[in-house]
């Protein structure tokens, strides 16, 4: 194990855990750690990147005594993580550095000219430096498969093959904290919603297809705690303020990054805690809300959304 991070002493932790737990009234939660309550599932999750790795640990109300007592654990816990990992800023590889095979540093061009077309394949690498560095290879002068085969011997002799590294802060050492009234998260441990994965002969159902385009008309009537948009559109940009865009929650799809002719970004909200177990003096927090992809949406909500939920992100590693 590495040497521990100065940064976060006996000093540290104990102010994090006055900060947290002081409040007769509230839970002031770090960065790291997210209330857990669905299904019968009830606790703390600490999640925290070590090495490029996101660790999830939970610590649960029953197995710890009460609420207060796992989010101590989990305090402690997280405070343990940060002190092992390597002091000074993260370093990372940008999701849009270039790749390492030159193939996917090559591209075939076509651009208007005065009497025919420009056509040329066009190599991209970086230098020394890190820098990006472009050049054209003409199809006229070289031939298709020529200027080809040349894009990509320049990609793959110039490029720098050792990756180029983004730095980040430490976000963890941020004194920001995510509010949580006492009294919600005592009415939301108490909450066991019933698994339900089967219709009546036993077999897995698919059902409530959100997405028919058959052109049947249908009168739903529903409750109105199902749709706050002003609440939703709140969510949404909180999430990009901290974001920098919208992605899914679950496996990271941007619909932007995927169909670049769109105009404007799409995204769903899903309501962690079903709507059916809240009552008109249950309060709905933004940490209730997750954004997500239109399929992981829908796969969510085929049998116990709850359920699903916890399913998906354990298969994403989240």
């Known amino acids: 194990?590495?040497?521990?991070?100065?940064?976060?002493?006996?000093a540290y932790l104990a102010e994090t855990l006055e900060l947290a737990l002081g409040d007769p009234e509230v839970f002031r939660v770090p960065v790291g750690i997210v209330r857990y309550d669905y299904g019968r599932t009830h606790g703390w999750f600490v999640r925290i990147m070590v090495d490029g790795e996101r660790t999830n640990d939970m610590f649960y109300d029953s197995k710890e005594g009460s609420p207060e007592d796992a989010f101590r654990a989990a305090l402690i816990h997280r405070?343990?993580?940060?002190?092992s990992r390597p002091?000074?800023?993260?370093?990372?590889?940008?999701?849009?550095?270039?790749?390492?095979?030159p193939a996917e540093?090559?591209?075939?061009?076509?651009?208007?000219?005065?009497?025919?077309?420009?056509?040329?394949?066009?190599?991209?690498?970086y230098d020394k430096?890190?820098?990006r560095r472009v050049q054209k290879f003409s199809v006229r002068r070289y031939g298709e498969g020529e200027a080809k085969a040349m894009a990509l011997a320049a990609a793959d002799k110039n490029h720098n093959r050792k990756p180029k590294l983004t730095e980040a802060p430490d976000p963890y050492q941020s004194r920001k904290f995510k509010v949580i009234p006492r009294a919600d998260v005592a009415v939301l441990s108490k909450i066991n919603s019933p698994y339900s994965r089967s219709s009546s002969n036993g077999t897995q159902a698919?059902?409530?297809?959100?997405?028919?385009?058959?052109?049947?008309?249908?009168?739903?009537?529903?409750?109105?705690?199902?749709?706050?948009?002003?609440?939703?559109?709140?969510?949404?940009?909180?999430?990009?303020?901290?974001?920098?865009?919208?992605?899914?929650?679950?496996?990271?799809f941007n619909f932007s990054e995927a169909y670049p002719f769109l105009d404007s970004d799409i995204i769903e909200v899903h309501h962690v805690v079903p709507l059916g177990s809240l009552t008109k003096s249950t309060r709905v927090r933004?940490?209730?809300?997750?954004?997500?992809?239109?399929?992981c949406h829908f796969a969510i909500h085929q049998g116990d959304p709850e359920d699903n939920l916890i399913l998906a992100l354990d298969h994403y590693g989240k």
């Not at 194990?1 to 006996?10: F, I």
């Not at 000219?113 to 420009?118: F, I, N, V, W």
Request: glycine letters at 4%; aromatic letters at 10%.
């Open 87 to 101: 002091p000074g800023p993260t370093k990372f590889v940008h999701a849009k550095s270039l790749p390492l095979d």
């Open 206 to 252: 698919v059902s409530s297809d959100p997405f028919a385009f058959e052109g049947e008309r249908k009168l739903v009537l529903h409750r109105q705690i199902e749709r706050d948009r002003a609440f939703r559109d709140r969510k949404v940009s909180e999430f990009v303020r901290e974001n920098g865009r919208v992605f899914c929650e679950v496996c990271d």
């Open 79 to 83: 405070h343990k993580i940060l002190a």
């Open 1 to 10: 194990m590495s040497a521990l991070n100065a940064k976060y002493d006996d």
């Open 286 to 295: 933004m940490c209730d809300l997750m954004l997500l992809c239109s399929n």
């Open 129 to 131: 430096n890190h820098d």
């Open 105 to 125: 540093r090559i591209k075939r061009h076509e651009e208007p000219g005065r009497k025919q077309p420009y056509i040329y394949w066009e190599a991209t690498w």
